[in-house]
């Protein structure tokens, strides 16, 4: 047994942390947040220089990293940091491209010089491929995705669609897009395909999204234990230094137990996500990334309405860091399957 | 025990029931159903339609412009009002303010300030919460020191929901800052206009503006501006936050609230079937249903006990920590209902067919932040607990 983060892992966290930490005050990421194109494109470059999209794909696909542990540690900080730059986009699109031998788009986004949009989801189509309505013939695309993550001044757009029976994923630059921002920051977009000229990329590419979508649930996990983790601290800092009643409220009994909770819930969430980590890509993969997602999802909407109930109204002011933070947390429960979702496919596998 | 209205309270919501039909506008309606904020001309217009019967000052007497009803009546006023998205009333005049003159101000300031309230002339915002006195609202630092006859205030208040509208201020200040936390704070009422007041809007979580920071500085307030006796305020205060407060559960809104949640889950489809039809969102609806059906009851219990003057106190304080909750719980189903459709920032102001949820969903996501304020405000639903826990441990 070593839980241990290897060598290389601890440095790229460490950069990390630094880096975001330098470059994300709460002013400057709501400010790249809110407003289009609602990221940072220079920080979006250098966080690709620093190797962040290369731990994404093994060594064999051209990046240097491509397990679980790779995407948990880079996830875990860029929630840390709140960090608005779309890189679950960047991340589910990577793998996909890896899995299905696009070394030349591979590259150009490892390195930082094209960034991609998977367009996965439909308005009825939210969970499973197999719902999914899009379709491909002849060189072009018909259908409507939703809710795009990293759409807005994306510059390759990945569409999955259907070509008969077969779920394919094509490449286009002429969609489409009404962009807007997120309640919680980042930007998404509709995506409108109307007889839209595009590159087949693979015309069997079901099991290459799957996994790709699972390595995006699971950096959604990472991310979420790494934004909780600032949380807790944030919420005892501010119960530590709030007078009412001529004392601190940190020395509130029942105060202290809800703050109990919310740690424990903490370690429960990254064991989890540990667990889901050490088997992306094995058998079983799903399930444990399922198992994952849905206690992750389970827990970020509890500990954010407690985050923003322990501060009072501080907690609910666009102002204070933590408001953010509970909104990103609980929106993570609403991309890629709800808890509700990843309870059914625990469910099913049981 | 008998669980119905009598045929004369049931007729009474019949009338409400037309009334609401016949007369709330359109537009202001498609707003608050479809949680986009209200401006300021839209409570007008709301407020002068109620008073067009009287309607308004729910809780005042008759001969004071009021309708006379009983605490049923004012029930069911409120229950029919939310459930046809009415707006809220702006509370500061007509239910706090209103009540709190006819029991503590002068003939004058009564004949002066009520008929104000009710024609719209006045908007009253409330000065209560400071930056350091929030749950502990007796630990208040405002100084209202006096010079000859007038008051100068220095100070800052906090959380004034929707000042950036009103003219006028009601405010508890120290006045007496040797004496005990609740015995030197008396209750004063400004004019907003007066020099040495600023007011400064606070941008909530979901990017709205309805509360703000007001700051006093050698601010000159007339003695006669005083309400009740000097260092009075804090009973002036405690008959305010216990008094009226039927609709404090907010079942109205509950009950509104499901019934819309029931047709989005019909409509939503979610893993290739109606997500009313998914049995375990299904039993987050019904659970949260009984809930609802549970305090419904408890409400009408209290308000039968509180017309017959056997209420024993921490009613309201249970109402509120229970009726929050239930409302908080179908506001979050609702935003987990549309998925990953709930993540569009609503002031964006998509072309209306960008997306493809309904209308009245939209905000589904901003709704449930805001509305995490129901449990902090009004006395943050832990001092709720509190103010419960000393009542079943006494002596």
């Known amino acids: 047994m070593d839980f241990n983060l290897s060598e290389d892992r601890r440095m790229l966290s460490d950069t990390l942390r630094r880096y975001l930490a330098e470059q994300y005050d709460i002013e400057t990421r709501n400010q790249a947040a809110y407003h289009a194109p609602f990221y940072a494109p220079a920080k979006y470059t250098e966080l690709a220089d620093l190797g962040v999209i290369g731990a994404f794909v093994s060594e064999s696909a051209g990046g240097f990293g491509g397990e679980g542990f790779d995407i948990t540690t880079v996830f875990e900080e860029l929630g840390r940091a709140l960090c608005p730059e779309p890189m679950l986009a960047t991340l589910m699109s990577v793998r996909v491209l890896a899995d299905l031998k696009q070394s030349t788009l591979v590259d150009e986004i490892v390195t930082g010089q094209k960034r991609p949009a998977l367009a996965v989801f439909e308005p009825e189509a939210g969970e499973n491929l197999c719902d999914i309505q899009a379709t491909f013939s002849d060189g072009k695309l018909t259908g409507r995705k939703s809710v795009v993550y990293g759409a807005p001044n994306a510059d390759l757009i990945l569409v999955v669609a259907k070509e008969g029976d077969q779920i394919g994923l094509y490449l286009t630059e002429a969609a489409e897009t009404v962009d807007y921002a997120m309640i919680d920051g980042g930007g998404a977009a509709e995506v409108i395909l109307d007889d839209t000229p595009a590159t087949c990329l693979s015309n069997d590419a079901q099991a290459a999204l799957e996994a790709a979508l699972d390595a995006g649930r699971l950096g959604l996990c990472a991310e979420a234990v790494g934004a909780m983790d600032v949380m807790l601290g944030m919420t005892i800092d501010y119960m530590k230094q709030r007078q009412q009643f001529g004392r601190s409220i940190a020395v509130f009994q029942a105060l202290q137990h809800r703050v109990v909770d919310m740690a424990i819930e903490i370690e429960q969430c990254r064991s989890i996500s540990v667990l889901a980590a050490s088997h992306l890509g094995a058998a079983h993969s799903a399930k444990y990334v399922a198992m994952a997602k849905n206690l992750v999802g389970r827990t970020v909407v509890k500990f954010s309405e407690e985050v923003i109930q322990l501060h009072g109204g501080i907690g609910m002011t666009w102002e204070y860091p933590g408001a953010h933070y509970a909104k990103r947390l609980t929106m993570i429960d609403h991309q890629l399957g709800d808890a509700l979702t990843q309870l059914h496919k625990v469910m099913q596998a049981a | 025990m008998d669980l119905q209205f009598t045929k004369e309270e049931e007729a009474f919501r019949e009338e409400v029931r037309t009334f609401l039909g016949e007369n709330l506008p359109q537009d202001i309606q498609r707003k608050v159903r479809n949680n986009t904020p209200l401006d300021k001309a839209d409570y007008e217009t709301w407020h002068a339609i109620l008073q067009t019967r009287n309607w308004l000052g729910a809780t005042w007497p008759v001969e004071h412009g009021g309708p006379g009803w009983n605490n049923y009546q004012r029930h069911i006023f409120g229950e029919e009002t939310a459930l046809a998205y009415a707006p809220r009333l702006v509370a500061f005049g007509v239910a706090m303010l209103g009540p709190v003159l006819l029991k503590f101000g002068t003939e004058q300031q009564k004949a002066e300030i009520l008929p104000r309230i009710l024609d719209g002339s006045d908007w009253w915002c409330q000065g209560y919460s400071e930056p350091g006195a929030g749950s502990d609202l007796a630990s208040l630092k405002t100084r209202a020191v006096r010079d000859g006859d ?167 304080s249970m109402l509120k920590i229970k009726g929050t909750v239930i409302v908080q719980r179908l506001n979050s189903l609702t935003r987990q209902a549309l998925g990953a459709a709930a993540a569009p920032f609503p002031a964006e102001n998509l072309p209306a067919n960008a997306m493809t949820v309904p209308e009245d969903a939209a905000a589904a996501a901003a709704a449930y932040f805001n509305n995490r304020k129901l449990s902090i405000f009004g006395g943050s639903n832990e001092i709720q607990r509190n103010i419960i826990a000393k009542d079943l441990f006494r002596g």
């Open chain 2, 150 to 316: 007038d008051y100068i205030i220095n100070g800052q208040k906090t959380w004034t929901t929707l000042g950036q509208h009103a003219n006028k201020i009601f405010c508890l200040v120290r006045t007496d800052p040797a004496a005990k936390a609740q015995e030197g704070i008396s209750f004063i009422l400004v004019d907003l206009d007066t020099p040495g007041i600023e007011m400064r809007p606070i941008k909530l979580i979901e990017g709205g503006h309805e509360v703000n920071e007001v700051f006093f500085t050698d601010v000159r307030v007339p003695v006669s501006n005083l309400v009740g006796q000097e260092n009075e305020g804090w009973t002036i205060a405690k008959y305010l936050l216990t008094h009226e407060r039927t609709n404090i559960a907010g079942t109205g809104f509950a009950i509104r609230d499901l019934a819309a949640l029931k047709v989005l889950a019909q409509k939503t489809i979610r893993n290739g079937k109606p997500l009313i039809e998914d049995p375990l969102f299904a039993k987050e609806i019904a659970e949260t249903e009984i809930d609802l059906e549970a305090i419904r009851v408890t409400n009408l219990r209290v308000l039968s006990e509180s017309e017959t003057g056997a209420a024993n106190g921490y009613e309201s």
